[in-house]
């Protein structure tokens, strides 16, 4: 018996059929010395793709440029030894039936100076800004910003070639793509800058180079967020709107599908409608979406980071949303982490046996 049919129905995107609508969300780990994935990260993976996970996005593994690494232990997706590795675990995922793409991040202003994988390089970020009125590292010249873009196609291509369904660009949380989309940290006065829209073109450099280097057929996502972790509650988009003049310019770049991050997918974004982030993104550009935040959980993950616990919670109101074509794809993150057998058991019903999810899942190691 299939539980939630609407849940467990393929999904197409980009031509690429993903079995059920289950989609790992990136979490970062640091189980991969000197940045290369070992046996045991192909094996975390394959265990969530036999428990029934439709797509996994990976977590954040570091683009081709010294400064986009904070930890020396985060995989890196461009030296031998770790695409190495990364091969064998697209291939564990595929083995245990689930599809898998890697999150492509460049940490910028969040990397303290001095750490990552080459701890002599600057940190960078649009403006040497972490969050406004502090500063940290250096701002970006027009180099920096090509040899970058070039990093992210690079990382793109690479995907293809080690056997991954796709890639996603990590353009949220306040790491470096999303420093150029958010005003606090973005000054230049260069065309990277400006108003919302034209805050985007960085990201619109990427997402171009990405397709030219991959072709029209390779599906690529973009995660985007409101809220920074310097700044929890800010929205750069006020209304939908000023939403839609956000994502055109990514939609027209030829962007496949936003992975739109939230805390709480129950949140509506803005006053007088119910739609959430996910949800007012598929319709202001026709773009599939995927939510995320809280699913099959009582509590949200910055809580979680604090040590606090969460229980098993139902999945009904977002099955409703589901259903309704609200969005197209779920996003789950520490329920995952609890348990990877989590979608199976949704699947099956077996509800009394969801665990609950405690700080020692925070960095889980099986
Ligand atoms: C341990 C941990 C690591 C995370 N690392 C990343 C990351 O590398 N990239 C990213 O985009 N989000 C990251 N996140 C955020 C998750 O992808 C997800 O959006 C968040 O946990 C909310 O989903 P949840 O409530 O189902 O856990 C991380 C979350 C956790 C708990």
Redesign the pocket.
Known sequence: MTNYPALFSSFTLNGLEIPNRIVM????RSFSPGGHPTEDVAAYYRRRAEGGVGLIIT??TTIDHPSASMDDKIPDFHSKPALDGWKRVAAEVHEGGGLIMP?L?HTGSMRFEGSGLNPDASTLSPSGLKYPGKEVGKAMTKQDVTDIADAFAKGTEAAREAGFDGVQF?G??GYLIDTFFWEGTNERDDEYGGALEERTAFAVEIIEKARAAVGKDFPLII?ISQWKQQDFEHKMATDPEKLKAFLKPMVDAGIDCFDC?T?RFWEPEFEGSDLNFAGWTKQLTGLPTIT??????SG??VA??GGESSQAAPIDGLIERLEKGEFDLV?????L?SDPGWANKIRAGNFDQLKAFERDH??SLS
């Open positions: 969300a990136p979490m970062t977590e954040g999150q991040w990590h949220a949380h995660r991050s805390r995320v935040g809280s699913v099959g959980l949200e993950f979680g980071m996003g789950v993150g520490r329920a982490l925070m960095m």
